[in-house]
């Protein structure tokens, strides 16, 4: 029987490229949406075209009802979650002073609550089965901070915190929870920044290049897989060595 891989916000960027990955692992996959579009269309034949199973559910991680609602979808489809992958995030950027109290709650709910939403209605599956994988998607923002960046940091840092504590809560039921936390990588997310700032950001790498979601999603692998069975409660960044 193949593993199920449940992966949020999967439709484009290193969302997407986890599941892939993954599927390519032999998981039978399922992604969560928030807006129906071409890109989950897409997503969800590539997936398929690997001869796994691709199960699509709709839903905002922020809102606790949505996320009961997609469990319970995955559950019925697949009967299992073997690997969680909280990836659903957003930014907001903008200096605190300018700051609306909006654009900071937005950006908390969507990342951390949905991180906790999701999670508090896999877990109770996962402690039965005594076995699974959480994989969190923090930033190396959550390590370092960044002007411009409170609300999104402040949302990567408690993703952090949670990764920890949660880590400690369920060992003994042989589930692992890890973080990665990526540095700047190609998607949706990074692309509207301008050029000259891109290449300021390029100088701070010492392996001189801007990440992939491919190098994302080869650590999560690795965190979903045997190889990492001794391994729980840790941050791996993957940022070219942006945060040494
Ligand atoms: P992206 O291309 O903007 O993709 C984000 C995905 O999350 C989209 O599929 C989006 O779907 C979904 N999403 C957003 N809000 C959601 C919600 N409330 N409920 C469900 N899905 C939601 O971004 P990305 O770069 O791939 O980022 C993926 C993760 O990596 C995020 O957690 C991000 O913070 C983290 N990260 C990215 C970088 C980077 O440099 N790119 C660096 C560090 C960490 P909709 O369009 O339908 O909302």
């Known amino acids: 029987m193949n593993k199920v891989a449940f992966i949020t916000g999967a439709t484009r960027g290193i969302g997407k490229q986890i599941a892939i990955t993954l599927a390519k692992n032999g998981c039978d996959i399922a992604i969560n949406y928030r807006t129906q579009n071409e890109e989950l269309e897409t997503t969800k034949k590539e997936i398929e075209e690997l001869?796994?199973?691709?199960?699509?559910?709709?839903?905002?991680?922020?809102?606790?009802?949505d996320c009961e609602k997609m469990?319970?979808?995955?559950?019925?489809?697949?009967?299992?979650?073997?690997?969680?992958?909280?990836n659903a995030g957003i930014t907001k950027d903008t200096l605190?002073?300018?700051m609306k109290p909006e654009d900071f709650e937005a950006v908390i709910d969507v990342n951390l609550v949905g991180t906790f939403n999701v999670t508090?209605?896999?877990?109770?599956?996962?402690?039965?089965?005594?076995?699974?994988?959480i994989i969190n998607i923090s930033s190396v923002v959550g390590i370092s901070g960044n002007a411009g960046q409170t609300n999104y940091s402040a949302s990567k840092a408690g993703i952090i915190g949670f990764t920890k504590s949660l880590a400690k809560e369920v060992a003994s039921r042989n589930i692992l929870v890890n973080a990665v936390a990526p540095g700047f990588i190609e998607t949706k997310m990074t692309e509207i920044l301008k050029d000259d700032v891109k290449e300021e950001i390029n100088k701070t790498i010492p392996l001189k290049r801007i990440g992939t979601p491919q190098d994302v999603a080869n650590v999560v692998k690795f965190l979903s897989s045997e190889d990492s069975s001794y391994i729980t409660g840790q941050i791996i960044k993957v940022d070219g060595g942006m945060l040494i």
């Open 96 to 98: 605190l002073m300018r």
């Open 71 to 86: 469990i319970k979808e995955i559950i019925e489809e697949f009967g299992k979650i073997d690997i969680l992958v909280n």
């Open 120 to 133: 508090k209605n896999v877990i109770p599956y996962m402690l039965k089965q005594k076995n699974g994988r």
């Open 51 to 65: 001869n796994v199973k691709c199960f699509t559910v709709q839903g905002d991680v922020s809102s606790f009802e």
